[in-house]
C-alpha cells in the first residue's frame, strides 16, 4: 500500500471544489476529488445542455487543463463541450459565469447563478 501522509493538495482541492460548488448554488455531495498521481475534480451539474438534452452534464478540473464542461455520451465516455480559458485555477464566481453562460443565459452578476442554473 502507498501512503501519502501529505495530502494538503487534496485539502485544498476539497476547500476549492466546495468554493466552486457554493459559487454555484449546489448542494449535497455533487463532487469528487481525485488526490493520487493526477489531481482532479468532478462536479455534477442540475439541468441539460439545449444541444444535449439527454445527456448529463458534469465539470471536470485538472491541474493541466483547468476546467472544462463534459456530457456523458453512450458507453460512458465524457465529451467535452467546452473549456474555461484563463486561469487554471479560476475564482470560484468565475467558474459559475461561465457555467451559466454554457446553459444560454446572460448573468449580470455572478449571484445569480445559482437561480439561473436552478431554472434549468
Known amino acids: 500500500m502507498d501512503l501519502d501522509f501529505d495530502d494538503s493538495t487534496t485539502r485544498a482541492l476539497r476547500r476549492y471544489a466546495r468554493s466552486v460548488t457554493s459559487a454555484l448554488g449546489l448542494g449535497g455531495d455533487c463532487w469528487c ?3 493520487d498521481h493526477h489531481v482532479g475534480i ?3 451539474l ?11 452534464v458534469a465539470l471536470l478540473w485538472d491541474e ?7 456530457v456523458e455520451a453512450d458507453g460512458g465516455r465524457d465529451v467535452v463541450v467546452g473549456r474555461l480559458d484563463g486561469l487554471a485555477v479560476p475564482w470560484p464566481g ?13 448573468t449580470d452578476t455572478p449571484d ?3 437561480a439561473l442554473l436552478q431554472a434549468s
Not at 442540475?46 to 448529463?56: C, N
Not at 493541466?64 to 463534459?70: D, I, K, L, P, Q
Not at 468565475?94 to 446572460?106: I, K, M, N, S, T
Request: glycine content about 12%; proline content about 5%.
Open 46 to 56: 442540475d439541468g441539460r445542455l439545449d444541444a444535449y438534452p439527454d445527456h448529463d
Open 94 to 106: 468565475a467558474v459559475a459565469e461561465w457555467v451559466v453562460g454554457l446553459f444560454g443565459r446572460p
Open 112 to 114: 445569480t447563478a445559482a
Open 42 to 44: 468532478y462536479l455534477a
Open 33 to 35: 476529488v481525485q488526490g
Open 64 to 70: 493541466r487543463h483547468g476546467w472544462s464542461a463534459v
